[in-house]
């Protein structure tokens, strides 16, 4: 692993540029909320655990990872940013009109992005494909995919995850940012995901419940799959994490900075 | 009835189509179908159901992002007798469901309003999986299914009154964000299936639906500085179509149709499949988008892009008329 400090100073880094990037794009608003739960999560798999290589960004055996909850792109491209797929020039460029960096991603491998997101759980289904692929071609990469504990009301959630224990995807883990937030407020009021270990276990999963922010827990748990299993990480986060007036609070799973909230945002920074 | 005036035609506008339909539409209709049960799929807040939720609680069930399941729910409680309406973002609504739709409301009948807010390029930066251009063509090719394209905030809520009070299935596309223009600021019947005459002219008609009927206008007065008489439809219908009205226009020397959607299989072909087997109608000009994803950015950028603000729509006609 990467040593600890340096993942967190790469957090660090990442949920600045997410404020920035959310400030700079005004009116149009980003998803902040969704974007700085995700942040250690992104911060330990492309720091410390995703095998890749920015000078060859099509090599067959590299690992593959997929956004499936789309919205969170805003810390994906601050992550892809920060290991050199992005210049700083292209990602300044976030939600100008005809960029190609705006609120959902679209797959350019040249850039380090495998799926073009937004659509809710087809990302998911996407990933059980590349698995199933990179196993028929015997490749021993790994596919990670992250999805939302929203994102889980969809059935074709279900369907894929399904699929994954069916035909043995021990090179795919899943890992659910668990939030407790979607659009509308709290999941557990709008459709009650309690018992989702539990769902993916019985699904033919090995699954592993841990603090979502914690970079040790999740390199530990990157890095002590079950062989045996596909396998899914219950990352238990906060929507809106290191920002006071944006943790657990449903407004900014899609919101707007003034220039008083984005200084105030950035001096929690520390 | 929600009625139009100039005042409420401003407050309306501010709302958007969305906000007036279920934070001021769904209140009137209350009044006459007090047992309406509303389904959103995570969806309710965007949408403008705050209000409705709050004072109705009983009637409000929220199913999570899971447009499947909200239209196989909306068909069962309507198959028990009472009023349904499902409402998700349109791109979703329309294809994530649409087997369920064609299934339960199409070969079913089942009486349900399903209501696709942020069609179009209404949700601008978040990119292609988030428009809905191919909405109203799959719509359209559900047999027995209304659909309705309102051109503005106010027509949106009576597009709901109208149905909700004709029991049979209705897909309803609102366009447009909050602050959207107005077509129309004086009160007027508003009759499913049957289109409505904004602005005579005599050399072309325009025919346009949703948003682009206020974009139409201003292109109209645009070729009138040019010389060129248009006369402005509000096809607010796209199923059924209103085809008296494209035969009472036939003197005019192009038909041109305008949406905010893709040419394949929205107004412009529902026209043309009309004119196909009948000669006396003139040419039509199908203006939308060209059959393309886009570049993500803001509203105008994206009309631009496709080339549907009203400069360059004049431009395009009058390039095609002479």
């Given at each position: 692993?990467?040593?600890?400090?340096?993942?967190?100073?790469?957090?660090?880094?990442?949920?600045?540029?997410?404020?920035?990037?959310?400030?700079?794009?005004?009116?149009?608003?980003?998803?902040?909320?969704?974007?700085?739960?995700?942040?250690?999560?992104?911060?330990?798999?492309?720091?410390?655990?995703?095998?890749?290589?920015?000078?060859?960004?099509?090599?067959?055996?590299?690992?593959?990872?997929?956004?499936?909850?789309?919205?969170?792109?805003?810390?994906?491209?601050?992550?892809?940013?920060?290991?050199?797929?992005?210049?700083?020039?292209?990602?300044?460029?976030?939600?100008?009109?005809?960029?190609?960096?705006?609120?959902?991603?679209?797959?350019?491998?040249?850039?380090?992005?495998?799926?073009?997101?937004?659509?809710?759980?087809?990302?998911?289904?996407?990933?059980?494909?590349?698995?199933?692929?990179?196993?028929?071609?015997?490749?021993?990469?790994?596919?990670?995919?992250?999805?939302?504990?929203?994102?889980?009301?969809?059935?074709?959630?279900?369907?894929?995850?399904?699929?994954?224990?069916?035909?043995?995807?021990?090179?795919?883990?899943?890992?659910?940012?668990?939030?407790?937030?979607?659009?509308?407020?709290?999941?557990?009021?709008?459709?009650?995901?309690?018992?989702?270990?539990?769902?993916?276990?019985?699904?033919?999963?090995?699954?592993?419940?841990?603090?979502?922010?914690?970079?040790?827990?999740?390199?530990?748990?990157?890095?002590?799959?079950?062989?045996?299993?596909?396998?899914?990480?219950?990352?238990?986060?906060?929507?809106?994490?290191?920002?006071?007036?944006?943790?657990?609070?449903?407004?900014?799973?899609?919101?707007?900075?003034?220039?008083?909230?984005?200084?105030?945002?950035?001096?929690?920074?520390? | 009835?929600?009625?139009?005036?100039?005042?409420?035609?401003?407050?309306?506008?501010?709302?958007?189509?969305?906000?007036?339909?279920?934070?001021?539409?769904?209140?009137?209709?209350?009044?006459?179908?007090?047992?309406?049960?509303?389904?959103?799929?995570?969806?309710?807040?965007?949408?403008?159901?705050?209000?409705?939720?709050?004072?109705?609680?009983?009637?409000?069930?929220?199913?999570?992002?899971?447009?499947?399941?909200?239209?196989?729910?909306?068909?069962?409680?309507?198959?028990?007798?009472?009023?349904?309406?499902?409402?998700?973002?349109?791109?979703?609504?329309?294809?994530?469901?649409?087997?369920?739709?064609?299934?339960?409301?199409?070969?079913?009948?089942?009486?349900?309003?399903?209501?696709?807010?942020?069609?179009?390029?209404?949700?601008?930066?978040?990119?292609?999986?988030?428009?809905?251009?191919?909405?109203l063509?799959?719509?359209?090719?559900?047999?027995?299914?209304?659909?309705?394209?309102?051109?503005?905030?106010?027509?949106?809520?009576?597009?709901?009154?109208?149905?909700?009070?004709?029991?049979?299935?209705?897909?309803?596309?609102?366009?447009?964000?909050?602050?959207?223009?107005?077509?129309?600021?004086?009160?007027?019947?508003?009759?499913?299936?049957?289109?409505?005459?904004?602005?005579?002219?005599?050399?072309?008609?325009?025919f346009?639906t949703?948003?682009?009927?206020?974009?139409?206008?201003?292109?109209?007065?645009?070729?009138?500085?040019?010389?060129?008489?248009?006369?402005?439809?509000?096809m607010?219908?796209l199923?059924?179509?209103?085809?008296?009205?494209?035969?009472?226009?036939?003197?005019?020397?192009?038909?041109?149709s305008?949406e905010?959607h893709?040419?394949?299989?929205g107004l412009g072909?529902a026209i043309?499949?009309?004119?196909?087997?009948?000669?006396?109608?003139?040419?039509?000009?199908?203006?939308?988008?060209?059959?393309?994803?886009?570049?993500?950015?803001?509203?105008?950028?994206?009309?631009?892009?496709?080339?549907?603000?009203?400069?360059?729509?004049?431009?395009?006609?009058?390039?095609?008329?002479?």
């Amino acid at each position: 692993m990467q040593n600890y400090d340096y993942l967190k100073e790469m957090s660090q880094r990442i949920r600045l540029r997410i404020l920035e990037l959310t400030y700079s794009a005004g009116k149009s608003g980003a998803h902040a909320g969704g974007g700085l739960s995700a942040v250690e999560i992104l911060a330990t798999l492309y720091g410390s655990v995703l095998k890749y290589d920015i000078n060859n960004p099509l090599d067959k055996n590299r690992d593959r990872f997929i956004l499936s909850k789309g919205h969170s792109a805003i810390a994906l491209f601050s992550t892809l940013e920060q290991v050199g797929f992005l210049t700083k020039e292209e990602l300044d460029q976030f939600e100008v009109n005809g960029s190609p960096f705006y609120a959902h991603s679209s797959r350019n491998l040249l850039k380090g992005i495998e799926f073009s997101g937004g659509s809710l759980s087809l990302g998911l289904s996407f990933a059980v494909g590349v698995a199933l692929a990179n196993k028929k071609d015997g490749l021993s990469n790994h596919v990670y995919v992250l999805v939302g504990d929203g994102e889980c009301d969809e059935g074709l959630v279900w369907e894929s995850l399904m699929s994954a224990s069916h035909f043995n995807l021990t090179n795919l883990t899943v890992i659910v940012d668990f939030n407790g937030l979607q659009s509308d407020g709290y999941s557990s009021e709008i459709m009650n995901k309690s018992s989702l270990p539990d769902k993916f276990r019985s699904f033919g999963f090995s699954v592993k419940e841990i603090e979502g922010h914690d970079i040790n827990l999740l390199y530990e748990s990157f890095s002590s799959k079950d062989l045996s299993k596909p396998n899914a990480i219950i990352a238990s986060t906060i929507k809106g994490k290191g920002v006071s007036f944006m943790e657990n609070n449903v407004n900014w799973h899609h919101g707007s900075l003034s220039l008083d909230q984005y200084n105030l945002a950035v001096s929690e920074q520390k | 009835m929600v009625e139009v005036n100039k005042l409420n035609a401003r407050i309306f506008s501010k709302l958007g189509q969305s906000g007036t339909t279920f934070g001021i539409g769904l209140f009137e209709i209350l009044k006459k179908h007090p047992e309406i049960i509303v389904l959103s799929s995570d969806m309710s807040r965007p949408a403008g159901l705050d209000r409705f939720k709050t004072m109705y609680p009983d009637m409000f069930y929220n199913v999570g992002i899971a447009e499947q399941n909200l239209i196989g729910i909306a068909s069962g409680i309507a198959s028990e007798g009472k009023k349904v309406i499902a409402t998700a973002q349109a791109a979703f609504i329309s294809m994530r469901s649409f087997e369920q739709i064609r299934q339960y409301m199409g070969y079913m009948k089942s009486d349900i309003v399903a209501i696709g807010i942020s069609s179009g390029f209404a949700l601008n930066f978040f990119g292609n999986s988030h428009y809905a251009i191919e909405d109203l063509a799959i719509m359209r090719s559900i047999p027995g299914l209304t659909i309705i394209s309102p051109s503005d905030a106010g027509q949106a809520a009576k597009a709901l009154e109208s149905a909700i009070d004709i029991d049979a299935p209705v897909y309803i596309r609102l366009s447009g964000t909050l602050n959207c223009p107005i077509v129309y600021k004086n009160d007027y019947k508003f009759e499913i299936g049957k289109a409505k005459l904004v602005k005579d002219g005599n050399d072309i008609t325009i025919f346009a639906t949703g948003s682009m009927v206020y974009n139409s206008l201003q292109a109209s007065d645009l070729l009138e500085k040019k010389g060129v008489s248009t006369r402005v439809i509000d096809m607010h219908t796209l199923k059924p179509l209103d085809t008296d009205i494209l035969v009472k226009c036939s003197s005019s020397n192009l038909f041109v149709s305008v949406e905010e959607h893709n040419i394949v299989g929205g107004l412009g072909t529902a026209i043309s499949e009309f004119i196909a087997s009948n000669r006396d109608l003139p040419q039509l000009l199908r203006l939308g988008v060209m059959d393309t994803f886009s570049y993500p950015g803001d509203y105008t950028y994206l009309l631009e892009q496709n080339r549907l603000i009203p400069q360059l729509l004049a431009e395009d006609i009058l390039n095609n008329y002479k």
